[in-house]
């Protein structure tokens, strides 16, 4: 049986089972594997202290925080003559001058307080609403209003013997009587709360089976009901105690790394702008050299770090935890795909029913404007990076239509080019809108007020303009509802000449859109339509230019790309990495993704992502559609390990078909479709460090 080393007392609580020696206490931990439980059913992990509090000195200080001496960078003992012996869970009122602590009396928890009076601590006593019933883990709201804590006090209608969160309230005279939480957490099995300045509250959640860190957000002046966090903060072993930062930036908690003694670690997760949580890491051995590091919590002021370490209450200073904050600050903070295409953004620039399709950067990563499409209504949105966080997306401050959309910044970032039908101009194709370009120019003040590009252009509508470093212009014109084609206008001496449509090198098809020039004109990015009868899909393509300034024939882009029902609307960020392109993952549902793709930008880039016919060669698989059993299979030119994976179209995997070594030959594998959901897949080979892939449709 795994054991955890707590301290003194015997407690039967949620499936624990807790024996006693002198100062230690064992218990049942968390198996290791699914396939190994325990004898005894898991359950929330907890410190019961040690033996009765002795009474500390009382020595006569006064001032915030027991009129202790300022920690640096590096903790130190709390409060050494003041803390009860074995004392954990501290928590201070928002001027410093009430505390409480939990600590083990006759073998259970109970909740001790002392505060300031008449310029003096006083000695550390049972809290008011404590001393009865096991208490424990007090936590004080930041507005000092309330005071949650964990109880095994009996509650109506709920089963005895569990632990479920109470609260007190400030009044004149200290505090009320115990108040069991509202529905829905009424009932919830919960410990060690936390909350945020707009009071949503953290918490370790706990069944028969394990526990994990939650969150209820509080609307319309009730909690909602418990909502597990992401795979970044719970994929630890037994998380518990979590510290929410007043403004949710972060998240400290500790987590379980030892069965054999019960040690404990810190961890700690940032908040990305996006909403999503970094993936929670060790906060390392100035933290977690002992045995038990946990029960983090940071001062209402947000100056003092407390955490309990090995029966000590240690404090730092907290702006330690800005000196390891994450600067988010190049694409919003998203971490940068590799080849495999991810969505980009999506808690941050839109969810449903929003739609982002397109999407420009500054050169200098600090500004950055997307289309936003909210049921008919088409907007360019704006976001910044003033400091060192970007700001919540709000429509740009410019006169906008219900049709303003795909703005793309110049390569010095000086210009915004959009397209708006904002004027009235003579009526283009019928059912559209009479789209035309319009710019803006940065100024010591900002931005230039918009204006309708002038020059040379016909009345018909154009879409998505891009601009090369020496102010070419690339853009859609709109000949008619069903020929859309991709036309240039050269910039000469200032002035923009008669516009000129690209050859069929590019336009080969009825509808190609949504150009994207590389800053020197060696390379276009864009998508056009293909298909037949009533099934009609955009897909992404790109061409190299010639020295002699014609185009090479455009090659569509690999099908990690092109793996939803449509792809439009690519850019490329300024630094020439990343593309980010709106995908159709399903009709209806439109988000944006990004891949890297500089290994694509020069005319070899593409036949090396696609095929190396010397290496290997992936076919695309038979029957396809199929709804029953599908043949995938490839040819290898060497020996070598080899993996077949298959993603859905959201890009997570589905399932290895194989991961072995292989021989030089042709080989086949047979793909089930009993347990995989209808929709679009694809399917990639990797071999000696290439990726082949294909797509394949599951009825």
């Known amino acids: 049986m795994k054991t955890i080393l707590l301290t003194l007392g015997i407690v039967l609580f949620c499936g624990w089972q807790i024996t006693c020696s002198q100062n230690v206490i064992t218990g049942v931990a968390r198996s290791e594997s699914p396939d190994k439980q325990p004898s005894t059913v898991p359950g929330p992990y907890y410190i019961t202290g040690v033996a009765a509090p002795e009474k500390p000195d ?126 829905p957490l009424y009932t919830e099995s919960m410990m060690f709360p936390s909350v945020s300045g707009n009071k949503s509250m953290y918490y370790t959640s706990f069944d028969n089976l394990g526990q994990w860190i939650s969150v209820s957000r509080y609307e319309n002046g009730h909690y909602l009901p418990p909502e597990k966090l992401s795979d970044s903060i719970n994929y630890t072993w037994a998380p518990a105690h979590p510290f929410i930062a007043q403004d949710e930036s972060y998240l400290v908690f500790d987590v379980l790394t030892d069965s054999a003694n019960g040690a404990r670690d810190m961890y700690i997760s940032f908040r990305k702008p996006g909403g999503s949580w970094t993936k929670a890491v060790n906060m390392g051995t100035m933290f977690n050299n002992a045995t038990y590091s946990m029960c983090p919590y940071v001062s209402s002021d947000r100056k003092y770090f407390f955490f309990y370490k090995d029966l000590y209450i240690m404090w730092m200073d907290a702006s330690y935890i800005d000196q390891i904050r994450p600067r988010f600050t190049e694409y919003l903070g998203e971490t940068p795909p590799d080849t495999v295409p991810k969505p980009f953004a999506k808690d941050f620039i839109g969810v449903s029913p929003n739609t982002v399709y397109s999407i420009t950067f500054s050169p200098g990563m600090k500004e950055c404007y997307f289309s936003n499409c909210v049921s008919t209504t088409n907007r360019i949105w704006k976001t910044s990076m003033p400091g060192d966080r970007w700001l919540t997306p709000a429509k740009a401050p410019f006169p906008q239509s219900n049709w303003t959309i795909e703005p793309n910044f110049s390569p010095d970032g000086n ?59 690339y853009f859609t014109e709109i000949l008619d509802s069903t020929h859309f084609v991709i036309a240039k206008s050269e910039f000469v001496n200032g002035q923009y000449q008669a516009p000129v449509i690209l050859d069929t090198a590019i336009n080969r098809q009825m509808i190609q859109a949504h150009p994207f020039i590389a800053p020197d004109e060696s390379w276009l990015i864009f998508d056009a339509i293909s298909g037949s009868g009533t099934t009609w899909y955009n897909f992404l393509y790109i061409s190299y230019r010639n020295p002699d300034g014609s185009w090479k024939p455009a090659k569509k882009l690999d099908a990690l790309i092109n793996s939803g029902y449509s792809q439009y609307c690519g850019s490329v960020s300024p630094d020439q990495k990343y593309l980010f392109y709106a995908k159709e993952e399903k009709p209806g549902t439109t988000r944006l993704w990004w891949v890297r793709i500089d290994h694509l930008l020069h005319p070899s880039g593409l036949a090396e992502a696609v095929k190396d016919p010397l290496g290997a060669e992936l076919y695309q698989n038979y029957p396809n559609p199929f709804s029953d059993i599908t043949t995938i299979s490839f040819t290898l030119r060497n020996p070598g390990r080899v993996k077949l994976v298959l993603n859905d179209i959201s890009g997570q995997e589905a399932g290895v078909m194989i991961d072995a070594v292989l021989q030089e030959g042709k080989h086949t594998v047979r793909l089930p479709a009993p347990g995989l959901r209808a929709g679009v897949y694809t399917y990639s080979l990797y071999y000696e460090n290439t990726i082949f892939t294909k797509k394949l449709i599951v009825f």
């Open 415 to 473: 210009k915004l080019f959009f397209v708006s039908d904002m004027p009235d101009i003579p009526p283009g194709p019928p059912n559209w809108p009479v789209l035309r370009i319009w710019s803006m120019e940065r100024t010591a003040l900002g931005w230039s007020d918009p204006s309708p590009l002038q020059g040379p252009f016909s009345s018909n509508a154009k879409m998505y303009p891009t601009v090369a470093s020496n102010g070419n212009l």
């Open 58 to 183: 009382s020595p006569a200080v006064s001032g915030p925080y027991f009129g202790q001496p300022a920690p640096g960078l590096t903790p130190v003992r709390f409060a050494a003559s003041m803390m009860p012996a074995g004392a954990w869970g501290i928590s201070f009122t928002p001027d410093g001058k009430e505390c409480f602590v939990t600590q083990n009396t006759g073998g259970t928890n109970t909740l001790y307080t002392s505060r300031e009076i008449q310029n003096s601590w006083t000695v550390f006593s049972v809290a008011p609403f404590s001393g009865v019933y096991m208490d424990m883990e007090s936590f004080i709201t930041p507005d000092g209003q309330r005071v949650y804590f964990g109880s095994m006090r009996p509650r109506s209608g709920c089963p005895g013997g569990q632990l479920y969160q109470w609260y007190a309230e400030k009044t004149d005279s200290g505090w009320s009587q115990p108040k069991p939480m509202d529905p």
